[in-house]
């Protein structure tokens, strides 16, 4: 068999000069000039007759530059431009002069040495101990008939030259290797089957374009083959991958982003999340057991060591030298973060049997000083300042799940008269839908037919309006719109726009907004609509968007742009609900938990005495 030698890509990120170490690579041997590559021989690993086959991007160039902003190759904002994975990229190779990222593609002029990019598929690249599995595209584990393999490798390219495309492993050595000549005219999506099984675990996909090559590339990606089993399942562990992908098993917090760096910006919110979403798997074997029983304990450990005002946590963390959380600058110290945190894992140790997790909550919740959190009218804050002392000017007042998680553990204080209150009227804020569904994730009474005992509202009424208005809301505003058509739909918090665009709590009462976010949808339709559940999920399925990956945050109304960016909050979101979703009348056990653990009864019951 022929060989070439061909150098490693430039170490990413870490400054220090390229890393050059020659090592064969065999040469593709036949390739097709419609872009599809005969290989000789059999596929390693072939997908079930009944399987279906979906795409996963690795990145699209166009989401990453998409053209109208004004950077060009080799400059890369980390926290704005990422993989579909939540992983970086970069570029390599001596003639980075070549590249141009304008337009949706990365284009390489003809003149000049080797270049290329490389993306990790797993992490940062210069976290070598997380590597990817290629016969296991969620990440989740488990038996091979649970697993999603990726069955090929695709390449949207064209120009002229020879162009390469190879995955290497976290030692840089290329494990699989194939060139394509590229003609004027020719197809762009260039398809290569891989064997699958044989490659080992992998941390990198690379392109490169070679001395007289000039190319445009838009995408790279992996066909992937989806198992057996219902569109709800399918849902959960696409989620629950995509949480889990934002935990950081070291230190038992979880990332704001997937592609963050652990440690660097964590959320207390989203690490209880990730506590009781896994928790429901490993109780229903998606998950190791015992796995996820260290991984909670690890993440209350955490919780245990952060500073607190009056006894609550911090909304974001970052690891001090020390290695302990502290309070990340610029942000607050958060009673709905709290909720969320110390609920979830109350759950979690219930749903997995941990007394010494609950033991752990309840001390925390002990030493929680409301009054300090409160006026003197009752009225309960959004927490404190940086400096732990400042109250901050907002509180909890408007009518909704956030303000409801608030007064619940409230409630669970012990020895306590609880005193918050909540605004009548059944309306959230700006209608944004996570507002009205989140207290569902956790409790089973907020679908009681009944008024509650603090606003007197009708839950499932008023949950059942908003659904309603946001289904319609793309077909008020945008009736022509493929969203629209396609049944796509969802205001509520997250990224505005593409990355860098920032964060907005966009809803209903807002006019003509082109951003949905597809969490906003699976909560109303998982916790709300019911019977429209996997409706929804075909939905989000025929227009490309449940990836093996997860959904993306967000999608713009026409359909053809997307955030892919992997945050762990809305992948919480979409985890629990997707979980309540897919058992919807038959046991869950996030709801048994609940029915069973005296701090949520004591929560719940402010709402209903009986």
């Known amino acids: 068999m022929d060989f070439l030698n061909v150098s490693t890509f430039d170490s990413p990120l870490d400054g220090r000069p390229p890393l050059k170490t020659s090592f064969p690579i ?54 704005d431009n990422f993989t579909h994975l939540g992983t970086d990229f970069g570029w390599m190779g001596p ?20 270049t290329g990019a490389w993306h990790s598929l797993a992490g940062l690249a210069i976290e070598t ?31 002229k030259g020879e162009l390469r495309v190879e995955l290497a492993d976290a030692g840089k050595m290329v494990r699989w290797s194939r060139t394509m000549m590229l003609s004027p005219g020719e197809r762009t999506r260039h398809r290569f089957e891989i064997p699958t099984k044989d490659l080992g675990l992998l941390k990198f996909i690379n392109w490169v374009a070679e001395p007289g090559c000039a190319a445009e590339v838009s995408s790279i990606g992996f066909e992937v083959a989806r198992p057996s089993m219902s569109d709800e399942e399918w849902l959960l562990r696409v989620s629950l991958g995509k949480l889990r992908r934002c935990h950081d098993a070291e230190s038992g917090l979880t990332r704001d982003r997937a592609h963050l760096p652990a440690g660097a910006f964590d959320s207390v919110s989203a690490t209880g999340l990730h506590a009781l979403a896994s928790a429901a798997a490993a109780a229903e074997g998606i ?95 959004h927490g404190f300042a940086q400096d732990g002392t400042t109250p901050l000017a907002s509180q909890w007042r408007d009518w909704g799940g956030e303000t409801a998680l608030v007064l619940a553990l409230e409630a669970m204080v012990p ?81 505005s726009g593409m990355p860098g665009d920032g964060y907005a709590a966009n809803g209903t009462e807002l006019p003509a907004i082109r951003w949905l976010h597809p969490h906003a949808m699976v909560m ?35 359909l053809k742009l997307h955030n892919p960016m992997q945050g ?33 009864r004591a929560g719940i019951r402010r709402f209903w005495a009986d």
């Open 26 to 79: 065999p040469l593709a041997s036949l390739f097709l000039r419609c872009g599809y590559l005969l290989v000789l021989g059999t596929c390693w690993l072939q997908a079930a007759p009944d399987a279906q086959r979906t795409w996963q991007p690795v990145t699209d160039y166009s989401i990453s530059f998409p053209g109208d902003r004004p950077n060009a190759a080799p400059s890369i904002n980390p926290f």
């Open 95 to 114: 003639g980075q002069a070549r590249l141009d990222a304008r337009a949706g593609t990365i284009r390489t002029k003809a003149e000049g040495e080797w």
């Open 129 to 159: 101990q997380r590597t990817f599995d290629p016969t296991d595209l969620t990440g989740l584990g488990g038996p091979e008939s649970a697993r999603a393999p990726a069955l090929a490798v695709t390449v949207d390219a064209r120009g």
């Open 287 to 381: 998950l190791d057991r015992e796995l996820v029983a260290s991984e909670i304990r690890r993440s209350t450990r955490a919780v245990l060591s952060m500073p607190r005002a009056a006894g609550f946590l911090p909304h974001f963390t970052r690891r001090n030298p020390s290695g302990l959380p502290e309070i990340h600058p610029g942000t607050e110290f958060s009673t709905i973060d709290t909720a969320i945190a110390l609920q979830s894992l109350i759950l979690a140790a219930g749903v997995l049997g941990l007394p010494d997790v609950t033991d752990a909550a309840t001390t925390l919740i002990s030493d929680l000083d409301f009054d300090l959190a409160s006026d003197p009218a009752g009225w309960i804050g």
């Open 415 to 495: 020895n306590r008269s609880p005193r918050g209150k909540m605004k009548p009227g059944g309306e959230v804020f700006r209608g944004v839908a996570f507002i009205a569904e989140i207290q569902s994730l956790f409790y089973p009474e907020f679908d009681r037919e009944t008024p509650d005992a603090i606003s007197g509202n009708n839950w499932p009424t008023a949950r059942r309006s908003l659904l309603e208005k946001q289904r319609r809301y793309p077909l008020q505003h945008w009736p022509e719109s493929p969203a629209a058509r396609s049944g796509i739909f969802g205001l509520s918090g997250g990224e």
């Open 524 to 558: 109303g339709l998982a916790l709300s609509g019911r019977t429209s559940f996997s409706e929804g999920i075909r939905h989000l399925s025929q227009s490309g968007l449940l990836f093996p990956h997860g959904l993306p945050e967000n999608i713009e109304i026409g």
């Open 568 to 600: 762990s909050l809305n992948a919480g979101f979409e985890s629990l609900a997707a979980y309540h979703g897919w058992r919807r009348g038959t046991a869950d056990h996030i709801d048994d938990a609940c029915r069973r653990e005296p701090l949520m």
